[in-house]
């Protein structure tokens, strides 16, 4: 039964925040890496953010410039993404992924969430 859950999308305006969930059903372990991808109509998945599970140390995409943060509660098994200042350009589907190493690329990733739909209109 195990697997990921990521909620949080909505339609929202430019400039707002949002913060997306992703929840794993079972228990991540200290050496597993929780990212978030985005997807666009018509363009490839790209990287936003990931987390070491057991350091917390963070990784971003250099063109989201600071707007974006990913965080955990271990204790509850769940990533967060908080959107800051949310801009047209970020309208996607949004996926919390799992992997054992960290990749800036989506295919060495082992597990992955349904994708959350983010709509940014101006």
């Known amino acids: 039964q195990w697997q990921l859950v990521d909620t949080g999308g909505g339609l929202v305006q430019a400039g707002d925040s949002l913060r997306l969930s992703c929840a794993a059903s079972?228990?991540?372990?200290?050496?597993?890496?929780m990212a978030w991808f985005r997807q666009a109509p018509g363009r490839e998945r790209e990287f936003v953010a990931a987390?070491?599970?057991?350091?917390?140390?963070?990784y971003y995409a250099d063109s989201l410039k600071g707007r974006f943060t990913i965080s955990r509660v271990g204790a509850e098994n769940t990533a967060y993404l908080q959107m800051d200042n949310v801009k047209t350009e970020d309208t996607a589907i949004y996926y919390c992924?799992?992997?054992?190493?960290?990749?800036?690329?989506?295919?060495?990733?082992?597990?992955w969430g349904q994708g959350t739909q983010v709509t940014v209109s101006s």
């Open positions: 079972g228990r991540i372990y200290s050496s597993a890496v």
């Open positions: 987390i070491r599970w057991g350091t917390g140390r963070t």
């Open positions: 992924a799992r992997g054992v190493e960290l990749s800036y690329t989506p295919s060495p990733y082992r597990d």
